[in-house]
């Protein structure tokens, strides 16, 4: 069975800083996809970044890239050059994608709150 | 164009009354999916369908059935809606023979309070 932990259920970082988020899985799937959304204080559910279980290079996308440890079982989020909008619940998530890609599974998310 | 849609936005009813949430997408995808975010922000898959099948059905109470007219529509019905049921509902779509990204697209979700 999919598992998603996120342990840091808050962060507080100073604009400017980088900052990492972290999040481990486990599964017994070869197979499977790592992501992280996004959750404004408005609530929508935003899609920031992609990993799968076979890429061989770290996904990034802008300012964020995913730090992925296979070995570790971690994908940890790293923001580069925080911004105040990038205050926001986090949300770790994984999807085993065997024979059948099963649904999605969510960390508990982390509250970042960019302090100016 | 919103990609995934949801009417209401906002849900306040008494107890004990019968409501729906609809959900629309119009990207082509064959797959939808009904969450419930709690008062703790945990997201919890409900339910799944694909091409209007029911593959995914989790522990849910039988007071809440979901309902797929075709595959760019997902409704949810509640009946006998109870104080726990107060949460924020998210629909999401998927396209699963998308080979490069097997994410989800979510809807901006329905925040129902039961009084």
């Known amino acids: 069975a999919q598992k998603i932990t996120q342990t840091q259920p808050g962060m507080f970082v100073q604009e400017k800083e980088a900052v990492t988020l972290d999040c481990t899985y486990d599964t017994s799937d070869p197979s499977y996809g790592l992501f992280w959304y996004k959750q404004p204080s408005s609530g929508e559910m935003i899609f920031l970044i992609y990993?799968?279980?076979?890429?061989?290079q770290n996904a990034t996308e802008g300012r964020y890239s995913l730090n992925f440890q296979k070995a570790r079982k971690s994908a940890n989020l790293v923001i580069s050059a925080s911004q105040l909008g990038d205050s926001a619940m986090y949300f770790c998530?994984?999807?085993?994608?065997?024979?059948?890609?099963?649904?999605?599974?969510f960390g508990q998310g982390t509250r970042l709150t960019i302090n100016p | 164009d919103t990609a995934v849609s949801q009417t209401p936005k906002y849900l306040v009813t008494q107890m004990g009354n019968d409501k729906s949430i609809k959900c629309e997408q119009n990207?082509?995808?064959?797959?939808m999916y009904w969450y419930k975010q709690d008062s703790k922000k945990f997201l919890k898959i409900m339910f799944s369908?694909?091409?209007?099948?029911?593959?995914i059905n989790e522990t849910v109470p039988n007071r809440f059935s979901p309902k797929s007219p075709d595959k760019a529509h997902l409704n949810l019905h509640i009946n006998s809606l109870e104080l726990g049921d107060s949460a924020v509902y998210f629909c999401a779509s998927s396209h699963e023979g998308d080979r490069v990204n097997y994410g989800y697209t979510f809807g901006s979700g329905t925040r129902l309070t039961v009084v």
């Open positions: 990207l082509g995808h064959d797959t």
């Open positions: 369908y694909n091409n209007k099948e029911l593959i």
């Open positions: 990993q799968g279980s076979y890429d061989q």
């Open positions: 998530a994984m999807r085993d994608l065997g024979w059948r890609a099963q649904k999605l599974v």
